[in-house]
DNA sequence: CGAAAAATAGACCAACAAGTCTATATTAAC
DNA sequence: GTTAATATAGACTTGTTGGTCTATTTTTCG
Protein backbone atom coordinates (compact mmCIF):
# COMPACT_ATOMS: atom_id res chain seq x y z
CA UNK A 1 0.00 0.00 0.00
CA UNK A 2 1.21 3.43 -1.05
CA UNK A 3 -1.00 5.20 1.55
CA UNK A 4 0.11 3.36 4.46
CA UNK A 5 3.83 3.73 3.52
CA UNK A 6 3.10 8.04 3.08
CA UNK A 7 1.17 7.72 5.98
CA UNK A 8 4.15 6.80 7.96
CA UNK A 9 6.27 8.80 5.84
CA UNK A 10 4.65 11.34 7.26
CA UNK A 11 4.11 11.28 10.81
CA UNK A 12 8.13 10.30 10.61
CA UNK A 13 8.78 13.48 8.85
CA UNK A 14 6.75 15.47 11.32
CA UNK A 15 8.29 13.25 14.03
CA UNK A 16 11.71 14.94 13.44
CA UNK A 17 10.46 18.43 12.56
CA UNK A 18 8.93 18.59 15.80
CA UNK A 19 11.98 17.28 17.51
CA UNK A 20 14.43 19.77 15.63
CA UNK A 21 11.68 22.92 16.78
CA UNK A 22 11.77 21.46 20.24
CA UNK A 23 15.60 21.92 19.72
CA UNK A 24 15.52 25.43 18.74
CA UNK A 25 13.09 27.14 20.37
CA UNK A 26 12.69 24.47 23.51
CA UNK A 27 8.97 22.94 24.47
CA UNK A 28 7.39 25.53 26.01
CA UNK A 29 7.58 27.78 22.60
CA UNK A 30 7.04 25.01 20.33
CA UNK A 31 3.90 25.29 18.44
CA UNK A 32 2.44 23.64 16.07
CA UNK A 33 2.68 26.00 13.51
CA UNK A 34 5.99 26.35 14.24
CA UNK A 35 6.70 22.92 13.60
CA UNK A 36 4.35 22.81 10.15
CA UNK A 37 6.58 25.82 9.27
CA UNK A 38 10.22 23.69 9.32
CA UNK A 39 8.66 20.81 7.56
CA UNK A 40 7.59 23.67 4.87
CA UNK A 41 4.29 22.22 5.11
CA UNK A 42 0.34 23.61 6.82
CA UNK A 43 -0.39 23.50 10.22
CA UNK A 44 -3.64 21.59 8.93
CA UNK A 45 -1.71 19.17 7.61
CA UNK A 46 0.23 18.50 10.68
CA UNK A 47 -2.51 17.89 12.78
CA UNK A 48 -4.24 15.74 10.50
CA UNK A 49 -1.54 13.63 11.13
CA UNK A 50 -0.95 13.74 14.80
CA UNK A 51 -4.77 14.90 15.49
CA UNK A 52 -3.29 17.02 18.46
CA UNK A 53 -0.49 18.43 19.97
CA UNK A 54 0.27 16.17 22.29
CA UNK A 55 0.20 13.40 19.64
CA UNK A 56 2.88 15.47 17.41
CA UNK A 57 5.31 16.19 20.87
CA UNK A 58 5.19 12.34 21.75
CA UNK A 59 6.55 11.51 17.75
CA UNK A 60 8.96 14.24 18.56
CA UNK A 61 10.06 12.10 21.41
CA UNK A 62 10.25 8.92 19.72
CA UNK A 63 12.06 10.28 17.22
CA UNK A 64 14.56 11.75 19.44
CA UNK A 65 14.86 8.60 20.91
CA UNK A 66 15.38 6.55 17.93
CA UNK A 67 18.23 8.47 16.95
CA UNK A 68 20.30 6.88 19.90
CA UNK A 69 18.84 3.71 20.18
CA UNK A 70 19.68 3.25 16.33
CA UNK A 71 23.55 3.58 17.06
CA UNK A 72 23.44 1.35 20.29
CA UNK A 73 21.63 -1.15 18.02
CA UNK A 74 24.49 -1.04 15.51
CA UNK A 75 26.77 -1.91 17.96
CA UNK A 76 25.55 -4.08 20.05
CA UNK A 77 24.95 -6.54 17.07
CA UNK A 78 28.18 -6.74 16.26
CA UNK A 79 29.39 -7.29 20.19
CA UNK A 80 30.43 -10.63 21.44
CA UNK A 81 31.35 -10.25 24.92
CA UNK A 82 29.45 -8.87 28.21
CA UNK A 83 32.10 -5.91 28.14
CA UNK A 84 31.59 -5.25 24.19
CA UNK A 85 27.73 -4.56 25.40
CA UNK A 86 28.33 -2.74 28.09
CA UNK A 87 30.62 -0.57 25.37
CA UNK A 88 28.17 -0.58 22.85
CA UNK A 89 26.03 1.24 25.37
CA UNK A 90 28.37 3.66 27.28
CA UNK A 91 30.05 4.66 23.23
CA UNK A 92 26.65 5.03 21.51
CA UNK A 93 25.75 7.83 24.28
CA UNK A 94 28.85 9.44 23.56
CA UNK A 95 28.83 9.19 20.17
CA UNK A 96 29.92 12.27 18.32
CA UNK A 97 26.97 12.23 16.05
CA UNK A 98 24.58 12.11 19.23
CA UNK A 99 26.80 14.17 21.70
CA UNK A 100 25.35 17.49 20.43
CA UNK A 101 24.36 20.32 22.70
CA UNK A 102 21.39 21.38 21.02
CA UNK A 103 20.39 17.49 20.91
CA UNK A 104 20.35 17.57 24.92
CA UNK A 105 18.32 20.55 24.82
CA UNK A 106 15.48 18.91 22.96
CA UNK A 107 15.94 15.56 24.95
CA UNK A 108 15.92 17.44 27.89
CA UNK A 109 12.86 19.48 27.20
CA UNK A 110 11.19 16.14 26.63
CA UNK A 111 12.30 14.59 29.42
CA UNK A 112 11.04 17.46 31.62
CA UNK A 113 7.72 16.81 30.64
CA UNK A 114 7.26 13.21 31.61
CA UNK A 115 6.03 13.56 35.07
CA UNK A 116 3.20 15.91 33.51
CA UNK A 117 1.76 13.68 30.09
CA UNK A 118 1.47 10.02 31.10
CA UNK A 119 1.97 8.77 27.48
CA UNK A 120 5.00 10.72 27.82
CA UNK A 121 5.87 8.52 31.07
CA UNK A 122 5.16 5.14 29.72
CA UNK A 123 7.23 6.05 26.18
CA UNK A 124 10.36 7.07 29.03
CA UNK A 125 10.01 3.88 31.26
CA UNK A 126 10.29 1.66 27.83
CA UNK A 127 13.24 3.79 27.04
CA UNK A 128 14.74 3.61 30.43
CA UNK A 129 13.88 -0.15 30.80
CA UNK A 130 15.44 -0.83 27.65
CA UNK A 131 19.07 0.54 28.55
CA UNK A 132 18.46 -0.71 32.04
CA UNK A 133 18.02 -4.23 31.07
CA UNK A 134 21.22 -4.02 28.13
CA UNK A 135 23.67 -2.81 31.07
CA UNK A 136 22.30 -5.30 33.72
CA UNK A 137 22.30 -8.33 31.33
CA UNK A 138 25.96 -7.45 30.50
CA UNK A 139 26.69 -6.66 34.23
CA UNK A 140 25.16 -10.11 35.75
CA UNK A 141 27.91 -11.96 33.32
CA UNK A 142 30.67 -9.63 34.85
CA UNK A 143 29.76 -9.49 38.51
CA UNK A 144 27.79 -11.17 41.16
CA UNK A 145 23.81 -10.04 40.93
CA UNK A 146 23.21 -7.05 43.52
CA UNK A 147 26.53 -5.34 42.10
CA UNK A 148 25.26 -5.39 38.80
CA UNK A 149 22.21 -4.27 40.20
CA UNK A 150 23.69 -1.34 41.76
CA UNK A 151 26.55 -0.44 39.25
CA UNK A 152 24.00 -0.65 36.21
CA UNK A 153 21.76 2.28 37.62
CA UNK A 154 24.82 4.07 38.56
CA UNK A 155 26.14 4.04 35.29
CA UNK A 156 22.67 5.12 33.46
CA UNK A 157 22.28 7.56 36.06
CA UNK A 158 25.94 8.76 35.34
CA UNK A 159 25.27 9.16 31.79
CA UNK A 160 21.88 11.07 32.22
CA UNK A 161 23.96 13.55 34.69
CA UNK A 162 26.55 13.88 31.79
CA UNK A 163 23.77 14.64 29.56
CA UNK A 164 22.07 17.02 31.36
CA UNK A 165 25.70 18.64 31.93
CA UNK A 166 25.73 19.11 28.00
CA UNK A 167 22.42 20.32 27.67
CA UNK A 168 22.70 23.23 31.01
CA UNK A 169 26.06 24.00 30.64
CA UNK A 170 27.56 27.21 29.17
CA UNK A 171 30.27 26.47 27.36
CA UNK A 172 29.35 23.04 26.46
CA UNK A 173 30.99 20.04 27.82
CA UNK A 174 33.47 18.41 24.70
CA UNK A 175 32.45 14.34 24.50
CA UNK A 176 36.45 13.38 25.07
CA UNK A 177 35.56 15.11 28.73
CA UNK A 178 32.34 13.01 29.01
CA UNK A 179 34.23 9.80 27.94
CA UNK A 180 37.08 11.22 30.06
CA UNK A 181 34.98 10.89 33.01
CA UNK A 182 32.90 7.78 31.87
CA UNK A 183 36.01 6.20 32.06
CA UNK A 184 36.88 7.08 35.11
CA UNK A 185 33.94 6.17 36.27
CA UNK A 186 34.52 2.26 34.79
CA UNK A 187 37.93 2.35 36.10
CA UNK A 188 37.17 2.89 39.64
CA UNK A 189 34.45 0.36 39.48
CA UNK A 190 36.54 -2.31 37.81
CA UNK A 191 40.13 -2.15 38.35
CA UNK A 192 42.81 -3.86 36.54
CA UNK A 193 40.12 -5.29 34.12
CA UNK A 194 41.72 -6.25 31.01
CA UNK A 195 38.76 -7.68 29.38
CA UNK A 196 37.01 -4.39 30.04
CA UNK A 197 40.02 -2.23 28.31
CA UNK A 198 40.18 -4.88 25.40
CA UNK A 199 36.60 -4.45 24.54
CA UNK A 200 36.22 -0.67 25.03
CA UNK A 201 38.98 -0.80 22.16
CA UNK A 202 37.65 -3.04 19.97
CA UNK A 203 34.12 -1.06 20.08
CA UNK A 204 35.87 2.49 19.62
CA UNK A 205 36.83 0.87 16.76
CA UNK A 206 33.72 -0.57 15.16
CA UNK A 207 32.30 3.02 16.47
CA UNK A 208 34.57 4.74 14.44
CA UNK A 209 34.00 2.61 11.29
CA UNK A 210 30.27 2.49 11.41
CA UNK A 211 29.76 6.21 12.72
CA UNK A 212 32.46 8.35 10.99
CA UNK B 1 12.39 50.35 56.27
CA UNK B 2 9.32 48.67 56.37
CA UNK B 3 8.91 48.62 52.80
CA UNK B 4 11.53 47.32 51.73
CA UNK B 5 10.83 44.83 54.05
CA UNK B 6 7.66 43.88 52.46
CA UNK B 7 8.80 44.19 49.33
CA UNK B 8 11.16 41.23 49.48
CA UNK B 9 8.78 39.63 51.31
CA UNK B 10 6.08 39.41 48.72
CA UNK B 11 8.60 38.59 45.94
CA UNK B 12 10.06 35.66 48.15
CA UNK B 13 6.73 34.52 48.94
CA UNK B 14 5.50 34.83 45.27
CA UNK B 15 8.74 33.08 43.80
CA UNK B 16 7.68 30.15 46.09
CA UNK B 17 4.21 30.12 45.03
CA UNK B 18 5.25 30.03 41.14
CA UNK B 19 8.20 26.86 42.35
CA UNK B 20 5.07 25.43 44.04
CA UNK B 21 3.15 25.63 40.93
CA UNK B 22 5.79 24.76 38.48
CA UNK B 23 6.03 21.36 41.19
CA UNK B 24 2.28 20.51 40.27
CA UNK B 25 1.71 21.82 36.34
CA UNK B 26 5.21 22.16 35.16
CA UNK B 27 6.82 24.79 33.50
CA UNK B 28 5.22 25.00 29.84
CA UNK B 29 1.55 24.95 32.00
CA UNK B 30 2.24 27.61 34.47
CA UNK B 31 0.68 30.80 33.71
CA UNK B 32 1.25 34.19 36.26
CA UNK B 33 -2.62 33.73 37.19
CA UNK B 34 -2.12 30.28 38.56
CA UNK B 35 0.87 31.40 40.58
CA UNK B 36 -1.58 34.63 41.88
CA UNK B 37 -4.08 31.92 42.70
CA UNK B 38 -1.66 29.62 44.43
CA UNK B 39 -0.58 32.47 46.40
CA UNK B 40 -3.91 33.81 47.42
CA UNK B 41 -2.76 37.57 45.22
CA UNK B 42 -3.85 38.94 42.23
CA UNK B 43 -2.53 38.10 39.05
CA UNK B 44 -1.53 42.56 38.50
CA UNK B 45 -0.10 42.17 42.21
CA UNK B 46 2.60 39.33 41.08
CA UNK B 47 3.09 41.17 38.32
CA UNK B 48 3.44 44.63 40.28
CA UNK B 49 6.25 42.86 41.91
CA UNK B 50 8.00 41.14 38.94
CA UNK B 51 7.34 43.22 36.19
CA UNK B 52 6.90 40.18 33.90
CA UNK B 53 6.12 36.39 34.07
CA UNK B 54 10.04 35.43 32.92
CA UNK B 55 11.47 37.25 36.26
CA UNK B 56 8.96 35.15 38.18
CA UNK B 57 10.38 32.56 36.59
CA UNK B 58 13.91 32.94 37.16
CA UNK B 59 12.42 33.69 41.08
CA UNK B 60 11.03 30.63 41.33
CA UNK B 61 14.88 29.12 40.15
CA UNK B 62 16.17 30.85 42.94
CA UNK B 63 13.70 30.01 45.48
CA UNK B 64 13.94 26.16 44.15
CA UNK B 65 17.35 26.54 44.37
CA UNK B 66 17.71 28.05 48.49
CA UNK B 67 16.29 25.09 49.13
CA UNK B 68 19.00 23.24 48.51
CA UNK B 69 21.89 25.35 48.99
CA UNK B 70 20.72 26.26 52.88
CA UNK B 71 20.87 22.77 53.76
CA UNK B 72 24.37 22.32 51.81
CA UNK B 73 25.48 25.46 54.08
CA UNK B 74 24.12 24.33 57.35
CA UNK B 75 26.39 21.35 57.02
CA UNK B 76 29.12 22.87 55.65
CA UNK B 77 29.82 25.53 58.29
CA UNK B 78 29.80 22.21 60.77
CA UNK B 79 32.41 20.50 58.96
CA UNK B 80 36.17 20.45 59.95
CA UNK B 81 37.65 18.35 57.59
CA UNK B 82 37.98 17.76 53.81
CA UNK B 83 35.60 14.74 53.91
CA UNK B 84 33.15 16.15 55.87
CA UNK B 85 32.90 18.81 53.52
CA UNK B 86 32.09 16.32 50.72
CA UNK B 87 29.90 14.95 52.70
CA UNK B 88 27.80 17.95 53.62
CA UNK B 89 26.88 18.16 49.39
CA UNK B 90 26.15 14.58 49.24
CA UNK B 91 24.12 14.25 52.28
CA UNK B 92 22.63 17.42 51.39
CA UNK B 93 21.22 16.43 47.79
CA UNK B 94 19.67 13.47 49.43
CA UNK B 95 18.09 15.00 52.09
CA UNK B 96 15.11 13.43 53.23
CA UNK B 97 13.26 16.74 53.21
CA UNK B 98 14.35 17.63 49.77
CA UNK B 99 15.22 14.17 47.24
CA UNK B 100 11.23 14.47 46.67
CA UNK B 101 9.51 13.75 43.71
CA UNK B 102 7.62 16.82 43.07
CA UNK B 103 10.91 19.00 43.82
CA UNK B 104 12.54 17.10 41.51
CA UNK B 105 9.38 17.74 39.01
CA UNK B 106 10.25 21.64 39.10
CA UNK B 107 13.91 21.46 39.54
CA UNK B 108 13.65 19.58 35.93
CA UNK B 109 11.27 21.54 34.41
CA UNK B 110 13.12 25.02 35.01
CA UNK B 111 16.64 23.35 34.28
CA UNK B 112 15.14 22.19 30.86
CA UNK B 113 14.42 26.00 30.03
CA UNK B 114 18.18 26.92 30.93
CA UNK B 115 19.09 26.54 27.27
CA UNK B 116 16.43 29.05 26.32
CA UNK B 117 16.81 31.65 28.22
CA UNK B 118 20.25 33.65 28.95
CA UNK B 119 19.09 34.85 32.68
CA UNK B 120 18.14 31.18 33.06
CA UNK B 121 21.62 30.16 32.34
CA UNK B 122 23.14 32.82 34.51
CA UNK B 123 21.86 31.53 37.41
CA UNK B 124 22.57 27.95 36.54
CA UNK B 125 26.08 28.66 36.12
CA UNK B 126 26.24 30.00 39.62
CA UNK B 127 24.60 27.00 41.03
CA UNK B 128 26.79 24.32 39.46
CA UNK B 129 29.88 26.33 39.89
CA UNK B 130 29.39 26.75 43.79
CA UNK B 131 28.77 22.78 43.77
CA UNK B 132 31.32 22.55 41.76
CA UNK B 133 34.15 24.28 43.74
CA UNK B 134 32.49 23.02 46.98
CA UNK B 135 33.38 19.38 45.92
CA UNK B 136 37.09 20.29 44.11
CA UNK B 137 38.30 22.18 46.84
CA UNK B 138 37.70 19.25 49.92
CA UNK B 139 39.05 17.04 47.34
CA UNK B 140 42.25 18.79 45.77
CA UNK B 141 43.19 17.97 50.10
CA UNK B 142 42.07 14.01 49.38
CA UNK B 143 43.93 13.35 46.52
CA UNK B 144 45.80 14.87 43.12
CA UNK B 145 44.76 18.00 41.54
CA UNK B 146 43.99 16.09 38.50
CA UNK B 147 41.94 13.49 39.80
CA UNK B 148 40.50 16.29 41.69
CA UNK B 149 38.66 17.50 39.05
CA UNK B 150 37.90 14.69 37.40
CA UNK B 151 36.20 13.09 40.47
CA UNK B 152 34.08 16.54 41.22
CA UNK B 153 32.68 16.68 37.67
CA UNK B 154 31.90 13.13 37.56
CA UNK B 155 30.27 13.08 41.23
CA UNK B 156 27.98 16.25 40.60
CA UNK B 157 27.39 14.54 37.57
CA UNK B 158 26.06 11.58 38.98
CA UNK B 159 23.97 13.63 41.75
CA UNK B 160 22.01 15.22 38.52
CA UNK B 161 21.69 12.10 37.17
CA UNK B 162 20.09 10.31 40.46
CA UNK B 163 17.87 13.90 40.81
CA UNK B 164 16.66 13.27 36.81
CA UNK B 165 15.96 9.43 37.69
CA UNK B 166 14.10 10.77 40.70
CA UNK B 167 11.77 13.16 38.24
CA UNK B 168 11.28 10.91 35.79
CA UNK B 169 10.53 7.33 36.94
CA UNK B 170 7.23 6.09 37.47
CA UNK B 171 8.01 4.27 40.24
CA UNK B 172 9.98 7.42 42.21
CA UNK B 173 13.66 6.61 43.02
CA UNK B 174 14.04 5.81 46.98
CA UNK B 175 16.45 8.24 49.38
CA UNK B 176 18.33 5.21 50.33
CA UNK B 177 18.49 3.80 47.05
CA UNK B 178 20.54 6.66 45.76
CA UNK B 179 22.25 6.99 49.08
CA UNK B 180 23.15 3.48 47.96
CA UNK B 181 24.37 4.21 44.42
CA UNK B 182 26.44 6.98 45.57
CA UNK B 183 28.23 5.33 48.22
CA UNK B 184 28.95 2.41 45.66
CA UNK B 185 30.59 5.61 43.41
CA UNK B 186 32.28 7.21 46.72
CA UNK B 187 33.17 3.45 47.59
CA UNK B 188 34.60 2.47 44.12
CA UNK B 189 36.69 6.28 43.75
CA UNK B 190 38.06 6.03 47.64
CA UNK B 191 38.26 2.39 48.08
CA UNK B 192 39.71 1.49 51.85
CA UNK B 193 39.49 5.26 52.86
CA UNK B 194 39.01 5.41 57.23
CA UNK B 195 38.32 9.15 56.91
CA UNK B 196 35.72 8.80 54.78
CA UNK B 197 33.42 6.38 56.10
CA UNK B 198 33.96 8.26 59.40
CA UNK B 199 32.84 11.65 58.42
CA UNK B 200 29.96 10.45 56.40
CA UNK B 201 28.81 8.76 59.93
CA UNK B 202 29.67 11.86 61.38
CA UNK B 203 28.01 14.15 58.98
CA UNK B 204 24.64 11.56 58.45
CA UNK B 205 24.76 12.70 62.41
CA UNK B 206 24.20 15.77 61.85
CA UNK B 207 21.95 15.87 59.32
CA UNK B 208 19.58 13.96 61.48
CA UNK B 209 19.75 16.01 64.47
CA UNK B 210 19.48 19.37 61.89
CA UNK B 211 16.95 17.75 59.78
CA UNK B 212 15.24 15.25 61.02
C1' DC C 1 -5.11 64.70 60.82
C1' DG C 2 -4.06 64.80 55.92
C1' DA C 3 -1.35 64.22 51.91
C1' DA C 4 1.74 61.39 49.48
C1' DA C 5 3.28 56.90 48.40
C1' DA C 6 2.80 52.16 48.12
C1' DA C 7 -0.13 47.90 47.77
C1' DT C 8 -3.78 45.53 45.68
C1' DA C 9 -7.16 44.32 42.44
C1' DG C 10 -10.96 44.39 38.69
C1' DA C 11 -11.71 45.25 33.90
C1' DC C 12 -9.85 45.26 29.76
C1' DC C 13 -6.86 44.49 25.51
C1' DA C 14 -4.04 42.53 21.99
C1' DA C 15 -1.56 38.52 20.65
C1' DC C 16 -1.45 34.05 19.89
C1' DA C 17 -2.30 29.25 19.43
C1' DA C 18 -5.01 24.89 19.14
C1' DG C 19 -8.18 23.00 16.64
C1' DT C 20 -12.31 23.04 13.10
C1' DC C 21 -14.75 24.01 8.73
C1' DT C 22 -14.62 24.25 4.16
C1' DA C 23 -12.57 24.01 -0.14
C1' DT C 24 -9.29 22.43 -3.58
C1' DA C 25 -5.91 19.50 -5.50
C1' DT C 26 -4.09 14.88 -6.14
C1' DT C 27 -4.15 10.04 -6.25
C1' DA C 28 -6.35 5.40 -6.37
C1' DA C 29 -10.05 2.16 -8.09
C1' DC C 30 -13.04 0.28 -10.99
C1' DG D 1 -12.65 8.36 -17.64
C1' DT D 2 -15.38 8.97 -13.87
C1' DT D 3 -15.89 8.48 -9.05
C1' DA D 4 -14.34 7.91 -4.52
C1' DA D 5 -10.80 8.57 -1.27
C1' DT D 6 -6.94 10.89 0.33
C1' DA D 7 -3.77 14.87 0.90
C1' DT D 8 -3.23 19.63 1.57
C1' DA D 9 -4.25 24.21 2.86
C1' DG D 10 -6.64 28.87 3.75
C1' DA D 11 -9.94 31.12 6.68
C1' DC D 12 -12.07 31.16 10.85
C1' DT D 13 -13.36 30.34 15.83
C1' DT D 14 -12.75 30.07 20.45
C1' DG D 15 -10.15 30.14 24.53
C1' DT D 16 -6.19 31.53 26.95
C1' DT D 17 -2.57 34.47 28.58
C1' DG D 18 0.71 38.10 29.34
C1' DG D 19 0.45 42.57 30.23
C1' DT D 20 -1.79 47.44 30.90
C1' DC D 21 -5.07 51.01 32.63
C1' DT D 22 -7.56 52.63 36.12
C1' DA D 23 -9.43 52.66 40.54
C1' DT D 24 -9.50 51.59 45.52
C1' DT D 25 -7.52 50.56 49.79
C1' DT D 26 -3.79 50.68 53.05
C1' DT D 27 0.30 52.45 54.91
C1' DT D 28 3.76 56.05 55.86
C1' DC D 29 5.09 60.23 57.64
C1' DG D 30 5.27 65.23 58.28
New binding site residues.
Partial sequence: ???KR??SL?RNEYSQAAFETVCIYGFS??????V?KHA???????????????S?LEGALRYGNSVLVDEVRALMIRSKTPWERVYSVLLANFSAKTFDPKLAHAWLSLCAEVPYHSNFQRIQTVIHSRMHSNLLHALRQITDEKRAEVTAALISATIDGLWLRLAVQAEPLKVETALGQIEELMNSLFPNDENRVLAKRKMAEIQKILFP
Avoid at 29 to 34: A, E, H, K, M, Y
Avoid at 40 to 54: E, I, P, Q, R
Fill in positions: MKSLKRSTTVDLAGASKTNVLHYFGNKTL
